[in-house]
C-alpha cells in the first residue's frame, strides 16, 4: 500500500509540474533562459517537449504502464536537473527555476538540490523495489 501512494505522490509530482508548464510555455522557457545553458532553438524546443514527458512519464508511473519506462525517464530527468542547478550554481547564476510555474524571484539553491534529491532518492526506491524477483 505504501509503495503505491509513493508511486502516486512521485508520478503526481511530475503531472503536476508539467500541466503548469504546458499552460504558460513562454514563461517556462523563460526560467530555462535564465540557467544560461541553450540556446534557441534548443531552450525553446526543452520548453515545449519536457512539460509533456514529465506529464507521461508522471502518468506511467501512477498508473503501471509502463512503470520502469517512467522511473527511468523521471529519474534521469533529476540527475540532469541536479547538474544544471549545480552548474548555474558554480557560475553565479541567479536562476528562476520554474519547476512548479514560472517564479518571479530567483530560486534557492540549497532548497532546489535537496528537492531534487529527495525525489531522486524516492525515485530511486520505487525503481528498485519495483524489479522483479529473481527466481532460484
Same mark, same amino acid.
Given at each position: &500500500?505504501?509503495?503505491?501512494?509513493?508511486?502516486?505522490?512521485?508520478?503526481?509530482?511530475?503531472?503536476?509540474?508539467? @500541466?503548469?508548464? @504546458?499552460?504558460?510555455? &513562454? /514563461?517556462?522557457? $523563460?526560467?530555462?533562459? /535564465?540557467? $544560461?545553458?541553450?540556446?534557441?532553438? =534548443?531552450?525553446? =524546443?526543452?520548453? &515545449?517537449?519536457?512539460? =509533456?514527458?514529465?506529464?507521461?512519464?508522471?502518468?506511467?508511473?501512477? +498508473?503501471?504502464?509502463?512503470? +520502469?519506462?517512467?522511473?527511468? %525517464?523521471?529519474?534521469? /530527468?533529476? @540527475?540532469?536537473?541536479?547538474?544544471?542547478?549545480? %552548474? /548555474?550554481? =558554480?557560475?553565479? %547564476?541567479? %536562476?528562476?527555476?520554474?519547476?512548479?510555474?514560472?517564479?518571479?524571484?530567483? +530560486?534557492?539553491?540549497?532548497?532546489?538540490?535537496?528537492?531534487?534529491?529527495?525525489?531522486?532518492?524516492?525515485?530511486?526506491?520505487?525503481?528498485?523495489?519495483?524489479?522483479?524477483?529473481?527466481?532460484?
Amino acid at each position: &500500500m505504501l509503495r503505491l501512494v509513493l508511486h502516486f505522490f512521485f508520478g503526481g509530482v511530475f503531472v503536476y509540474a508539467g @500541466v503548469l508548464k @504546458v499552460a504558460d510555455p &513562454m /514563461s517556462f522557457l $523563460d526560467d530555462i533562459r /535564465s540557467f $544560461d545553458l541553450l540556446g534557441d532553438p =534548443w531552450a525553446a =524546443w526543452l520548453a &515545449m517537449g519536457l512539460p =509533456w514527458l514529465e506529464i507521461f512519464a508522471g502518468l506511467a508511473v501512477m +498508473s503501471g504502464f509502463l512503470r +520502469s519506462g517512467g522511473l527511468l %525517464i523521471l529519474n534521469g /530527468s533529476l @540527475v540532469v536537473f541536479l547538474a544544471a542547478i549545480g %552548474i /548555474s550554481w =558554480w557560475r553565479g %547564476i541567479d %536562476i528562476r527555476c520554474g519547476c512548479f510555474g514560472h517564479a518571479d524571484a530567483t +530560486s534557492n539553491y540549497y532548497d532546489l538540490v535537496l528537492r531534487d534529491i529527495l525525489l531522486l532518492l524516492a525515485g530511486i526506491v520505487l525503481a528498485w523495489h519495483g524489479k522483479p524477483k529473481a527466481k532460484a
